[in-house]
């Protein structure tokens, strides 16, 4: 496998990327190319330079890339510590650990569980629950998934909605237009309360009160007769 990594045509970026840790890197290439690996690498032999697990933060877009990165990571940290090298870090460690990176590693693999290995939606949450205060939202708020948030707007418009047509207001608006066309109200109320989920801070313009409607065509027809 050393062979064939040094044969390849980005084996300098390879080792670059597992190498260099003071530099922002941006790893591009296509499924199967062993992206998950080499970023497994990487933070293998971070920890091999002496950085601490609780340093570190590996993160990705679904819960099953996070889970298979953790994995890796934990894989060649138990590896490497068994007096093997694994493929992806061959081309980095050609001879093997020195004694100083296997004493680096060996205090990481003690730790290791305070490396963050997540979502980023999960680490997001991480941080808004040790921040709840500073970020003003509940300590227990938690994540829904697409799903998940669907069944609850579902659950809380159609309680609000039975609330509101049972108040018997008669001059309620909602009470006014469901009486005419009740199915139509309800599926124009359940998109504007996806609208308002979506852009939470979005407003009404403001009326332009003391101007008449008709004026703009009052001023064209004065305009066309002259």
């Known amino acids: 496998m050393a062979g064939q990594m040094s044969a390849l045509s980005d084996?300098?970026?390879?080792?670059?990327?597992?190498?260099?840790?003071?530099?922002?890197?941006?790893?591009?290439?296509a499924a199967g190319t062993g992206k998950t690996a080499l970023i497994a690498g990487r933070v293998t032999m971070m920890l091999t330079q002496g950085v601490e697990p609780r340093h570190v933060a590996a993160l990705s877009y679904n819960e099953f890339a996070a889970s298979e990165l953790s994995e890796r990571i934990g894989g060649y940290v138990q590896t490497l510590l068994a007096g093997k090298t694994p493929d992806p870090l061959k081309v980095a460690l050609p001879n093997g650990m020195t004694s100083a990176q296997r004493?680096?590693?060996?205090?990481?693999?003690?730790?290791?569980?305070?490396?963050?290995?997540?979502?980023?939606?999960?680490?997001?949450?991480?941080?808004?629950?040790?921040?709840?205060?500073d970020a003003t939202i509940d300590?227990?708020?938690?994540?829904?998934?697409?799903?998940?948030?669907?069944?609850?707007?579902?659950?809380?418009?159609?309680?609000?909605?039975?609330?509101?047509?049972?108040?018997?207001?008669?001059?309620?608006p909602i009470n006014y237009?469901?009486?005419?066309?009740?199915?139509?109200?309800?599926?124009?109320?359940?998109?504007?309360?996806?609208?308002?989920?979506?852009?939470?801070?979005?407003?009404?313009?403001?009326?332009?009160?003391?101007?008449r409607p008709d004026q703009g065509f009052a001023d064209a027809v004065a305009a066309l007769r002259q």
């Open 11 to 29: 084996a300098a970026e390879r080792l670059r990327a597992l190498q260099d840790h003071d530099t922002t890197l941006l790893v591009e290439a």
């Open 103 to 133: 004493s680096y590693l060996e205090e990481a693999n003690a730790k290791l569980d305070q490396l963050t290995s997540c979502t980023i939606h999960a680490f997001c949450q991480t941080l808004l629950t040790a921040y709840a205060i």
């Open 139 to 172: 300590p227990g708020a938690r994540i829904l998934d697409a799903q998940a948030q669907e069944a609850v707007l579902d659950y809380v418009f159609d309680a609000w909605l039975e609330r509101r047509l049972s108040s018997g207001a008669g001059e309620d």
């Open 177 to 211: 237009l469901a009486a005419h066309d009740p199915r139509g109200v309800a599926r124009t109320l359940r998109r504007i309360a996806k609208l308002r989920l979506e852009f939470r801070n979005a407003k009404a313009p403001e009326p332009t009160l003391g101007l």
